[in-house]
């Protein structure tokens, strides 16, 4: 088994470029989560899926949207990146109390 | 909704002490507290987790306390190693198996 894996690495966007994070899980796993970890700020929230064909707004959703295609997986999406995206964000998955992350997508936007 | 602090936010500590890790929760209806260790370059990784109906949980050398009163629990590492080096992330569940995580605690053995 993998896990929960994320796609791309790394990535550095301009001002104002789009893209979409992409996350798999094959752990049939319910739940799924996008956080963004900044430094000193711990991690947070910022869309979730509680099952296939929900989403739900998280701590701090302004700037994404988030699709949950099918049970493995769930992808962010920014539509018009701003310096303040600029994080590492994470995906994890769960079915009941423990999540499982992926290893991250370090994000930088000039 | 919920609100997680995490102190002290740098922690060094000679091999072979003890660490203490203490974190504080707003949501008195909070119910799970995991307890998560993140290494360079990786996702957190879920080490111990306690609820609320328990007071004290221990695998090997690490060990979670819980006081529902006070709204605090607290993370025990004891006979502390080089690979104990990490990120420490406390959290609380506050509803829907949502994580509220604490800022993090940066732990280094000294060796």
């Known amino acids: 088994n993998a896990g929960v894996t994320q796609t791309p690495k790394f990535q550095v966007l301009k001002t104002g470029q789009s893209m979409t994070l992409q996350c798999a899980q094959d752990?049939?796993?319910?739940?799924m989560y996008w956080y963004r970890q900044d430094p000193g700020m711990g991690l947070r929230l910022i869309y979730y899926?509680?099952?296939?064909?929900?989403?739900d707004k998280g701590e701090v959703p302004n700037g994404y949207n988030v699709s949950r295609l099918n049970k493995r997986e769930f992808s962010l999406r920014l539509e018009s990146a701003a310096p303040s995206q600029t994080s590492v964000y994470f995906c994890?998955?769960?079915?009941?109390?423990?999540?499982?992350f992926g290893p991250g997508t370090r994000l930088t936007v000039l | 909704g919920e609100n997680v602090e995490q102190h002290p936010s740098t922690l060094s500590v000679q091999e072979g002490d003890s660490a203490v890790i203490k974190c504080t929760y707003s949501?008195?209806?909070?119910?799970?507290f995991p307890w998560y260790k993140q290494e360079l370059g990786k996702g957190p990784q879920l080490i111990i987790d306690?609820?609320?109906?328990?007071g004290e949980k221990k695998d090997q050398r690490i060990a979670v306390t819980l006081n529902k009163t006070a709204k605090h629990f607290s993370l025990h590492i004891t006979e502390t190693q080089p690979e104990d080096s990490a990120v420490y992330f406390c959290?609380?569940?506050?509803?829907?198996?949502?994580?509220?995580f604490g800022a993090g605690t940066t732990v280094t053995v000294r060796a």
């Open positions: 994890a998955s769960s079915q009941s109390n423990e999540q499982f």
């Open positions: 752990m049939n796993h319910n739940s």
């Open positions: 899926s509680a099952s296939e064909g929900t989403t």
């Open positions: 949501d008195s209806a909070s119910n799970y």
């Open positions: 306690i609820r609320s109906n328990v």
């Open positions: 959290a609380a569940e506050s509803n829907d198996y949502k994580l509220s």
